[in-house]
T-cell receptor
Framework: NAGVTQTPKFQVLKTGQSMTLQCAQDMNHNSMYWYRQDPGMGLRLIYYSASEGTTDKGEVPNGYNVSRLNKREFSLRLESAAPSQTSVYFC????????????FGQGTRLTVV | TQLLEQSPQFLSIQEGENLTVYCNSSSVFSSLQWYRQEPGEGPVLLVTVVTGGEVKKLKRLTFQFGDARKDSSLHITAAQPGDTGLYLCAGPGSQGNLIFGKGTKLSVKP
């Protein structure tokens, strides 16, 4: 059972470089999320997709773009990386509903130098 | 804006002690969830509480949802080193998103 798969697990970028973080889930979930986690800040929502074909901004969307490619895949793109985007990024998915369990990937540790 | 505030931010205790961590908001939530996160891993769901005043037990962990559905607590009895981790509360946002608190980092020393 794969669950939520994120790639890559680690990445180092230079300031100004671009990259795409990939996320795929095999649980047929409608909702998918991208969070960043910084020390002492908990999980902050970057973007989410409540269903295939829709995306919405979360708390900290600046500097990021997303694509809900299909029901399984939700990618996060950094067009011009900045040191402030150094963080651990988590993708999550869950079934539609306010009480459903969110399943998380193992995270991508990104360092921008 | 819906916010979830957790306290304390850090907690370091000895094995066998009891502890309580809190999750508070000025907003009413239809439900709240508690997740535990271990280093290098994503959060994993522990429990969902949906009814004001509800108490749920998971072995040595007791979760309570406030009567007004604005707060929740997690009580651990006789903590063990395996309980070490980051405890996060989460609640549904008004637009289909999922809001997290900043977490309580628990360290249980043998």
């Amino acid at each position: 059972n794969a669950g939520v798969t994120q790639t890559p697990k680690f990445q180092v970028l230079k300031t100004g470089q671009s990259m795409t973080l990939q996320c795929a889930q095999d649980m047929n979930h409608n909702s998918m999320y991208w969070y960043r986690q910084d020390p002492g800040m908990g999980l902050r929502l970057i973007y989410y997709s409540a269903s295939e074909g829709t995306t919405d901004k979360g708390e900290v969307p600046n500097g990021y773009n997303v694509s809900r490619l299909n029901k399984r895949e939700f990618s996060l793109r950094l067009e011009s990386a900045a040191p402030s985007q150094t963080s651990v990024y988590f993708c999550a998915s869950r079934r539609t509903g306010t009480t459903t369990e969110a399943f998380f990937g193992q995270g991508t540790r990104l360092t921008v130098v | 804006t819906q916010l979830l505030e957790q306290s304390p931010q850090f907690l370091s205790i000895q094995e066998g002690e009891n502890l309580t961590v809190y999750c508070n908001s000025s907003s009413v939530f239809s439900s709240l969830q508690w997740y535990r996160q271990e280093p290098g891993e994503g959060p994993v769901l522990l429990v969902t509480v949906v009814t004001g005043g509800e108490v749920k037990k998971l072995k040595r962990l007791t979760f309570q949802f406030g009567d007004a559905r604005k707060d929740s607590s997690l009580h651990i009895t006789a903590a063990q080193p395996g309980d070490t981790g980051l405890y996060l509360c989460a609640g549904p946002g008004s637009q289909g998103n999922l809001i997290f608190g900043k977490g309580t980092k628990l360290s249980v020393k043998p």
